[in-house]
């Protein structure tokens, strides 16, 4: 197996004026029930994460934790993922893990979005709740898998 990225953006979160400070802005019963449909998808995948690294804003840290009741594994809280994270970051965090293995980060548009253009040349949408695979090799990467809430809330029945 080769390395793997996985890119879990965060779920459906409060409005940004319901709270003063964006950082503490929470999910909203969809954003969570995305985050637990997550989980259970890359489960019904049997795609096992070894790795999972979250941002530690409210809204990605609860996605990481929801996402990971179904996957067996703990959330890392790492600060670089709250805003303006990119390519060299993500190969560091994944180079963490001994071997082939996957590693999930939990965070934010429009670093991820991003993130996929730089790793594969392909352009993606990821909505909140949505979920990118992709797997590298020498530095560059395949997007092998792009499903958005409604596709994982299926898988993940």
């Known amino acids: ?31 969570e029930a995305q ?15 070894h790795l999972v690294f979250a941002s530690p804003k409210v809204r990605a840290r609860d996605t990481a934790a929801l996402a990971c009741e179904a996957l067996g594994v703990d959330p890392i809280e790492h600060r670089p993922l709250a805003g303006g994270f990119g390519r060299d970051e993500a190969l560091e965090l994944v180079a963490a893990g001994d071997g082939d293995r996957r590693t999930l980060l939990v965070g934010h548009n429009p670093d991820f979005e991003q993130l996929v253009l730089d790793l ?9 709740g949505a979920l990118a695979g992709i797997r590298l090799r020498g530095g560059r990467g395949e997007l092998v898998a792009l499903l958005q809430p409604r596709e994982l809330a299926l898988l993940g029945r």
């Open 120 to 128: 594969t040349g392909a352009r993606a949408e990821l909505r909140k």
């Open 35 to 49: 985050a637990r449909a997550a989980g259970r998808a890359l489960a019904a995948l049997d795609l096992p994460v």
């Open 1 to 31: 197996m080769a390395r793997q990225l996985w890119l879990l953006r965060h779920g459906e979160a409060e409005p940004h004026d319901a709270r003063g400070d964006d950082a503490e802005r929470r999910l909203t019963p969809r954003g």
